[in-house]
Each structure stands twice: as structure tokens, then as C-alpha cells.
């Protein structure tokens, strides 16, 4: 081409439309604790590019929807934690029996500052009740005691009585033959050293809500049902499911009226699953993997809801042990050990405790002989798991104790 003159060069625009806003993200700064988990803040700017350049935008003109979050979950190394305790508290009568109680805390041992509770779940923590004797009241010194005055030492100045059911109740709410603790004869007294040692509970229930609403609050314990939940004029509606040691229990949705964009849900929970869900609900299929399941709908407008079937099976897998006992209340005895048909003990023993939601749960212990301190080892306590906070507490040796659990379910493991 170098005969051919050659034409001035241009530079043309391309496109003068600008690039539409767009959120920025800058690196996240320094984690707000020094061990466990802690939030990393990060810059969430609004810009867009015009001209080849970056002009910064009002937060308004960007996606809400897509706006990234401001900080992120980070953890530099595991916590450590550890539970303390408050001074107990002066015995409650001034003369007999009575308790003492003191206030729990969960610290980080680093900066020795209180934390939430959570955080402790895992660890077991001795007792923050206890009976205490005021010594002999003026009436007692003129007759001689009771052989089984003692059992008391552990009874809160509150009487609770125990519930039974009443007139009309629901069907669904009757409990199977298999469900109802059994009697239990007590040795003789010459029997007394052939037969093993026991950890005797007294299981009481005691009402926190007599009227909930439809079938909110309600404990279903037939094979198959179908409970509508529609329309029940509670925010907050919890029902439960509850089967047999070895069977599983899987729920359908037949109906949904929830509104998804306002925050309504249903949660699904069971001893080894957990589940929310809001869309798509009809065509979900729920499995508990247990034999209970507990179901919370969370809804904001009048007259929205699920409808749900449920069905009952035998489990695919085993997942609890031949010693293991179930109770739907309201009212039994626990005794520990069982004893097996091949006589065998049968190692760590549970007793899961199952209650309509608006019930809740007191353990009293009657009679307990863990071994005295020549033969007690670590590995032999009691332990009671409040479900609904996985707050655990272990009892040890002959101590006889009260405790009360914050939601309708409760798990007992025997340890020797």
C-alpha cells in the first residue's frame, strides 16, 4: 500500500449506553473474635461503569435482591469453653428438707467472659439443684421418722401435680399399650443383693397451655392421620408425631396457602433431621428417620396453612439400641437397668420422652444408686438432654434431683 496515500486514523464510540449498576465488594477486614465463630466486615458499594470509569451510585439504584451481605461468618481457631457456676443458694425451709439451687453461665476461658449458652451445649455440667436439710422441724423431734422421709429432700415448695387426661380427649392423642410404662416390682429385701443396681425416675408432665388452638399444641400418635393446619389463628402452630421404637415416619403436603415473599414456613424436625421449606411444598416428600417428628408453621395472614398426611413404617435403619425405651407421658417410671431376655445389660441406655408441644416435662429421682465413691468411676452418671435447647446436665452418685425441661422433649442416657 506504501504508493497508496494513506488516510488519517480515527476512533469511534462504539456504544454510549453505560453499563448498568452493579454491587462492589471489597476484600473482608479483620474477624471480630479470636477464636470460634466470629463476622469478617466487607465494603458493599453501588457503582457503575461509565466511559471506562467507576462512578459511585446511591445503594437504591443497585438489585436489592442481589445486594451481598455486609459480613461474612469467619473463625480463626476453635474455642475452648468451659461452664461456671454461681454460689448456691440458702437452703428454701427453715427446718426439714428443702432445695438449692444456683445459676449456670458459659465462659470463654480466655477472656473469662460470659457467652451464649450454645456454645456449651456439648459439655456435660453438674447439677444446679439440690436438696438440703435445715435440720429437724419441732414437730418431728416427737415422732420417729419414715423410712422413706428422705425421697422428699428434693420437692420444690411449687406442688405440680400430674396431668391426667381428660373427658372428650383427642383420639389421636391416646396412647398405644406399648407407650404406657409397665409396673415395677421392688426387691425384697433378701433379694436386694442379686439384683443390679437401678437409677429409679419419676416422670411427671405438667400443662403449660390447656387451650391452644385447632390442633395446635396436639401429639398425634396413630399409624396414619391427616392434620390440617389451615386457618388455626396462631402465628406460631406446632403439632408432633409420635410411633413406636423402630418405625420412621414420612409426611406429604397435600395443601399449601403459604405466602413464601412474607416470611411464611413450616419446620420439620426429628432427632436426626431437620427441614424448612415454604415453595415447592405439595411435592415434597418429609422422612423423619425416627420414630417422632415435630412439625412448627410459622404464619403471618389469617386463614393460610398446609394440610399434611402422614404415614407410618418400619424404619430402613436401626437407630436406636434393644435397652432403649420410648414414653409419650403424660405421667410414668423409668427404671434402669434393663434387663435384656439373654440377660445381658445392655450398655448406654436411653429413654426418649415425648409430650404434646404445650406440655412440659419434670424428672424427679426417686431412688438412685450409682455406686459409692470406692467403686464410682467417670463413665458412670446419669445424663437428661433438654431437646429443645441440647443443654445436657449429669447426675452422679446417690444424688436424688428435680429437673424441668424448657420444651416437650427430653432424652435420658444411663451410663456404667
Same mark, same amino acid.
Given at each position: 500500500c506504501h504508493p497508496v496515500p494513506k488516510p488519517e486514523g480515527r476512533v469511534e464510540v462504539c456504544d454510549l449506553s453505560p453499563c448498568p449498576p452493579r454491587w462492589k465488594v471489597t476484600p473482608a477486614g479483620p474477624c471480630s473474635s479470636s477464636c470460634g465463630l466470629g463476622l469478617a466486615v466487607q465494603l458493599v458499594t453501588c457503582v457503575q461503569?461509565?466511559?471506562?470509569?467507576?462512578?459511585?451510585?446511591?445503594?437504591?439504584?443497585?438489585?436489592?435482591?442481589?445486594?451481598?451481605?455486609?459480613?461474612?461468618?469467619c473463625v480463626i481457631r476453635t474455642c475452648s469453653y468451659e461452664w461456671?457456676?454461681?454460689?448456691?443458694?440458702?437452703?428454701?425451709?427453715?427446718?426439714?428438707?428443702?432445695?438449692?439451687?444456683?445459676?449456670?453461665?458459659?465462659?470463654?476461658?480466655?477472656?473469662?467472659?460470659?457467652?451464649?449458652?450454645?456454645?456449651?451445649?456439648?459439655?456435660?455440667?453438674?447439677i444446679v439443684l439440690r436438696?438440703?436439710?435445715?435440720?429437724?422441724?419441732?414437730?418431728?423431734?416427737?415422732?420417729?421418722?419414715?423410712?422413706?422421709?428422705?425421697?422428699?429432700?428434693?420437692?420444690?415448695?411449687?406442688?405440680?401435680?400430674?396431668?391426667?387426661?381428660p373427658e372428650g380427649r383427642d383420639r389421636d392423642q391416646e396412647l398405644p399399650p406399648s407407650a404406657v410404662p409397665q409396673e415395677q416390682t421392688k426387691p425384697s429385701a433378701g433379694e436386694e443383693n442379686t439384683t443390679p443396681r437401678c437409677s429409679w425416675l419419676l416422670l411427671d408432665v405438667f400443662l403449660t397451655s390447656l387451650c391452644p388452638a385447632g390442633v395446635c399444641g396436639k401429639l398425634f400418635l396413630n399409624a396414619t392421620g391427616v392434620i390440617n393446619m389451615t386457618g388455626v389463628g396462631s402465628s406460631d402452630c406446632t403439632v408432633a408425631i409420635g410411633r413406636p421404637l423402630g418405625e420412621e415416619i414420612t409426611v406429604s403436603v397435600l395443601e399449601s396457602s403459604l405466602n413464601c415473599s412474607a416470611g411464611e414456613v413450616v419446620l420439620f424436625s426429628g432427632r436426626m433431621m431437620w427441614r424448612t421449606g415454604c415453595r415447592k411444598l405439595p411435592l415434597s416428600l418429609i422422612n423423619s428417620r425416627t420414630n417422632t417428628l415435630v412439625v412448627k408453621q410459622r404464619v403471618l395472614l389469617p386463614g393460610h396453612g398446609v394440610v399434611l398426611q402422614?404415614?407410618?413404617?418400619?424404619?430402613?435403619?436401626?437407630?436406636?439400641?434393644?435397652?432403649?425405651?420410648?414414653?409419650?407421658?403424660? @405421667?410414668?417410671?423409668?427404671?434402669?437397668?434393663?434387663?435384656?431376655?439373654?440377660?445381658?445389660?445392655?450398655?448406654?441406655?436411653?429413654?426418649?420422652?415425648?409430650?404434646?408441644?404445650?406440655?412440659?416435662?419434670?424428672?424427679?429421682?426417686?431412688?438412685?444408686?450409682?455406686?459409692?465413691?470406692?467403686?464410682?468411676?467417670?463413665?458412670?452418671?446419669?445424663?437428661?438432654?433438654?431437646?429443645?435447647?441440647?443443654?445436657?446436665?449429669?447426675?452422679?452418685?446417690?444424688?436424688?434431683?428435680?429437673?424441668?425441661?424448657?420444651?416437650? @422433649?427430653?432424652?435420658?442416657?444411663?451410663?456404667d
Open positions: 461503569t461509565l466511559q471506562g470509569k467507576e462512578v459511585l451510585l446511591e445503594e437504591h439504584l443497585c438489585p436489592v435482591a442481589e445486594k451481598p451481605l455486609s459480613s461474612v461468618p461456671s457456676f454461681s454460689e448456691w443458694t440458702e437452703c428454701s425451709t427453715s427446718c426439714g428438707n428443702g432445695i438449692q439451687t444456683r445459676q449456670d453461665f458459659c465462659l470463654n476461658p480466655l477472656t473469662r467472659q460470659q457467652v451464649n449458652p450454645t456454645f456449651c451445649r456439648h459439655f456435660p455440667k453438674p436438696g438440703c436439710s435445715a435440720g429437724p422441724c419441732p414437730e418431728q423431734l416427737l415422732r420417729p421418722r419414715s423410712h422413706g422421709a428422705g425421697l422428699q429432700s428434693v420437692t420444690p415448695p411449687v406442688t405440680t401435680s400430674a396431668v391426667t387426661a402422614y404415614n407410618s413404617r418400619t424404619a430402613t435403619k436401626k437407630y436406636h439400641q434393644d435397652c432403649d425405651k420410648q414414653l409419650f407421658g403424660p @405421667q410414668g417410671e423409668i427404671v434402669n437397668p434393663v434387663q435384656l431376655p439373654d440377660q445381658r445389660q445392655g450398655g448406654v441406655c436411653r429413654t426418649f420422652i415425648n409430650v404434646a408441644p404445650q406440655h412440659r416435662i419434670a424428672l424427679r429421682a426417686l431412688y438412685t444408686d450409682l455406686g459409692n465413691e470406692s467403686n464410682q468411676t467417670h463413665f458412670n452418671y446419669i445424663l437428661v438432654r433438654d431437646v429443645s435447647t441440647m443443654r445436657t446436665v449429669v447426675f452422679r452418685g446417690r444424688q436424688q434431683f428435680l429437673w424441668q425441661s424448657t420444651g416437650s @422433649q427430653a432424652e435420658i442416657e444411663f451410663h
